[in-house]
């Protein structure tokens, strides 16, 4: 017997009928043309916004002699120690800045998700403060408690690499929606009391059985620290410690072509350093095998 579109046919082996499937049913809706020139116009302005600006900087920071186009503004970059210095401060503020992110909220979190959920709205509350307050603000109320540090700890209170503490503050709301975001998305307390039940202390739990579950949360919670490490001016700034920003700025005033260099080297080693996080972090390409075998079929 033959089927017709829209009819039942013969049955299947394993039993039931074939529905044999209308024209066109498995073909997505057409898109109407002013819908095709909405995007169009939409990915024209966001590739403008975003990639024009870098092309400036390009174009500005290879001008030579006489019209010329060489990479001498690049090659300088080492010729200035401050530069240096201040590229490697700034990483390495991020790193503290980092593990004392992660060190701080993620048993915090644990432990409100597993032993006190009432209280998690409060943390929340308390993570998500620092958007409230300028950092112009953080830096009046803060910086007496830097002069004293500069003035009784010696190096340590005069060191840069304190400027990861308030980093961190700064970090806590950004990071607390991408670990959040990671906890939502699997059973902590099952996981947490299984591994108790089998004799694993509480840091042991954490570390063995709940954080490979959340490792997307801390990674994006690690990569936007370190953007925000990098990027930050203002409080540097007025503290008067010399991270990659203010080196940046303060060279501006001596050689632009060196300073719009530092600025576009250090935007293409934020991408790339987010390319390798997400493309070669533990569990990506799991993700990745996992995807096609999501979708529906069609």
């Keep these: 017997m033959t089927a017709t579109p829209g009819t039942l046919g013969a049955a299947a082996p394993g039993g039931g009928a074939l529905t044999a499937r209308p024209r066109g ?16 116009v ?43 210095d201040g590229i490697v401060t700034s990483l390495e503020i991020a790193i503290l800045t980092v593990f004392g992110m992660l060190l701080l909220l993620v048993p915090t979190m644990v432990w409100t998700v597993v032993r006190v959920p009432r ?17 112009i603000v953080i830096v009046v109320g803060i910086a007496p408690i830097y002069r004293w540090m500069g003035q009784h700890l010696g190096v340590f209170g005069a ?6 503490f308030i980093d961190i503050i700064l970090v806590l709301p950004y990071a607390y929606r991408a670990i959040d975001s990671g906890l939502r998305t699997v059973d902590v307390a099952t996981l947490a009391d299984a591994a108790r039940s ?18 997307g949360g801390i990674l ?3 990569v936007l620290a370190v953007a925000l490490v990098l990027g930050e001016y203002t409080i540097s700034s007025l503290l008067s410690f ?16 060196v300073s719009v260099a530092v600025s576009l080297a250090a935007l293409v080693f934020a991408f790339i350093l987010l390319y390798v996080i997400t493309r070669f972090a533990p569990g990506a390409g799991e993700r990745a095998e996992r995807a096609p075998e999501e979708e529906p079929a069609t």
């Design 159 to 164: 060191s840069p690499l304190t400027l990861a």
């Design 242 to 257: 010399h991270t990659l920003q203010v080196v940046i700025y303060l060279l501006g005033k001596r050689d632009p072509f």
């Design 119 to 135: 209280m998690r709205r409060v943390v929340e509350f308390l993570c998500l403060l620092p958007l409230a307050i300028p950092a």
């Design 198 to 215: 089998l004799g694993a202390g509480w840091p042991r739990a954490i570390l063995q059985v709940v954080v490979p579950n959340i490792r």
């Design 220 to 222: 994006s919670a690690s």
């Design 42 to 84: 939409i990915l024209v302005v966001v590739f403008g916004y975003l990639v024009l600006p870098l092309f400036a900087m390009l174009e500005f920071s290879t001008r030579g002699d006489y019209g010329t186009r060489d990479l001498a503004s690049y090659a300088a970059i080492f010729d200035y120690p401050d530069v240096v």
């Design 25 to 40: 049913a498995g073909r997505g809706r057409r898109r109407s043309p002013l819908q095709t020139s909405a995007r169009i």
